[in-house]
């Protein structure tokens, strides 16, 4: 799968055009939401243009910045914007209490497998209405499939976007808006991409980059220990009648035989009133762990895909868990898919792969 063809819709998802692009960059991301970026002649332009549809790709793009641009004699426009994912962020997921909003759920957290609580959480703030107004995602609910980790997750006044995000990345799983052309519709579902590691339990054909191979360019590998932390100590400051108490927890999550680097968070926003002491316990150990992801161990792994090796989309796709070989480092690993980056610029494609934290097999 390498070029694609682009058409515009206009507000009501009618065609437009079909779109001749000069330069075309299609960034797709597995745990945020996608952008692109589409530079045409400034004869193409309609002002009736609103989103960006192929058939070629999942994504279905909202334009949200007009560029008009005037170089000598040549003139274009570019359109930018985001992937229909980032839309869930026009909703918030507000904390459990007094409240005018009319369908408001009664319940503080959702616990069970990651998948159903992001089900649970976006089927409760994908509408929100007062007794006079109505806000309304317009996107319909897939079924949860059950998948993922033990999760338990608060209402703590995030982004609904963010918070799925953030439920469904520890299990290597996202989320994704996919738009029905002939329906026209908008649909949620949680997924997951493929394991294609070598020798993977599910009988997938493996996927092995490698430098030994010659199936990559221009690889970029950084490791970098330099900020990472593992263990959290997190206090919650309350004051109940002019008094003021300390509630802390220690948090470890440190693999095992892993020296503790520790974190100190005093920024616990929840109220003690509202928790039983365990179920205080199991939200300020989540606080901590979300702390603790602003300190990870960063090893980023970066390439460009080779035309002639792997068929992006067929043999490969964004989620994926693949196996990394870079012998120059003695390096062997697992790592998902979680960037790909395309442009199309005067006939030509190139595609730069982004992996998220490898497992490492060998160092």
């Not at 332009?45 to 793009?61: A, F, H, Q, V, W």
């Not at 759920?105 to 649970?120: L, T």
């Not at 616990?268 to 702390?291: F, G, K, Q």
Request: glycine share 6%; aromatic share 12%.
């Amino acid at each position: 799968m390498k070029g694609f063809n682009t058409i515009a819709l206009d507000k009501n998802y009618q065609i437009v055009s079909l779109i001749r692009s000069t330069n075309l960059q299609w960034s797709r991301k597995f745990h945020e939401a996608g952008t692109f970026s589409i530079q045409i002649p400034i004869e193409q332009y309609n002002s009736s243009m609103r989103y960006i549809y192929t058939k070629d790709r999942p994504e279905l793009g909202k334009i949200t910045q007009i560029n008009y641009v005037r170089q000598q004699q040549y003139k274009y426009i570019q359109l930018s914007g985001y992937f229909m994912e980032k839309t869930l962020d026009r909703h918030v997921i507000f904390q459990n209490g007094a409240s005018n909003v009319t369908n408001a759920p009664s319940w503080s957290f959702q616990s069970g497998k990651a998948e159903d609580v992001a089900y649970a959480f976006f089927n409760a703030f994908k509408t929100l209405t007062t007794a006079s107004a109505s806000s309304d995602l317009n996107i319909i609910s897939g079924i949860s499939l059950g998948r993922g980790k033990d999760s338990v997750h608060y209402r703590n006044g995030e982004l609904l976007g963010w918070k799925i995000y953030d439920i469904l990345k520890p299990s290597g799983m996202s989320y994704r808006v996919l738009y029905d052309f002939v329906e026209s519709n908008k649909k949620f579902e949680v997924w997951s991409g493929s394991d294609r590691t070598e020798n993977n339990a599910d009988g997938n054909n493996p996927i092995i980059f490698s430098t030994k191979y010659g199936n990559i360019k221009n690889p970029n590998i950084l490791i970098d220990d330099t900020e990472y932390k593992n263990a959290c100590l997190n206090t919650n400051e309350q004051t109940d009648n002019d008094v003021t108490t300390y509630v802390s927890r220690a948090t470890f999550n440190a693999a095992s035989g892993d020296d503790e680097y520790w974190f100190l968070s005093n920024s616990s926003t929840l109220n003690r009133n509202e928790y039983t002491s365990s179920d205080l316990a199991v939200a300020m150990d989540n606080e901590a762990l979300n702390a603790l992801t602003g300190y990870p161990k960063i090893i980023n792994v970066e390439f460009d895909a080779m035309e002639s090796s792997y068929e992006y989309g067929t043999d490969f796709d964004l989620g994926d868990l693949c196996s990394i070989e870079i012998p120059e480092m003695d390096l062997s690993a697992q790592a998902r898919l979680i960037g790909c980056y395309e442009v199309m610029k005067s006939g030509q494609w190139s595609m730069t792969m982004e992996f998220g934290t490898p497992i490492i097999l060998k160092r």
